[in-house]
């Protein structure tokens, strides 16, 4: 895998620090959509196969700096109902992830970013009770798309919620809940040979990006309508599917 940062010219390292601030200022506009749509930016100038390392290490960033604003709301009960099934999933699912095909990988992707709207769509039109049992089965799914794919995060969401937290403990535990994800990733990545040192220079360059990208985003946020919101996340799922998908066949 070597081989892919030495074929990286100075153009493509600017234009993927593009990709990776555009991409975090949607991000920080929605609330959602920024693992995958970097996902999607990347793979068109890295390739498939390295994206879920790559981006993990990018998240690390991310989702740790979320994880420390945010901590003083942390709920331990809900993070440990989730996390504690989820954790050996991800683990498992990450060590197939560097047996499957570029191809196959592609496919993946796109299906759970595609899968990601329905499921939003139909966590607003309900509401849900979810005990600590629920939490965790949820959580074992969870874990295993984790290892595979990104933006899985979505399948947590109305769980989380109809468990009774409010929005700023919901914020806090799954930033808490994503971090350890991606640690646990990038160690088994690290670990199996699938995560080499370009692929961390890529994926910190990224992750850097992704602050002031954040901060933009949050000022465009507060000038759009809850309506154009959701229109534009859907918009942007769609893409970030099709474009898997446009990989995965050619």
Known sequence: MNFIFEDLSTATVIAVAVMA????????????????LLSAALAVVIGVAPIVPVVSVSLLISHGSR??????????SAFLAISIPAIPCV????????RLSSHLIAIILGGVILVSIPIRRWAKSREINASRRTLSGVGAIYGALSGVSIGPGMLLVPFMLGHGLKKEQFVATLAVIALLTNITRVSVFGASNLLSSEYIIIGVLCGLMTIPGNWIGRTMLRRMTNENHSVLVDILTVFGALNFFWLAIR
Do not use: E, R
Request: net charge neutral; aromatic share 12%.
């Open 21 to 36: 601030l555009l991409t975090s200022i949607v991000h920080g506009a929605t609330g959602v959509a920024g693992g995958f």
């Open 67 to 76: 994880a420390v604003l945010n901590f003083k709301d942390f709920d331990k």
């Open 91 to 98: 683990i498992a699912m990450a060590l197939i992830y560097g």
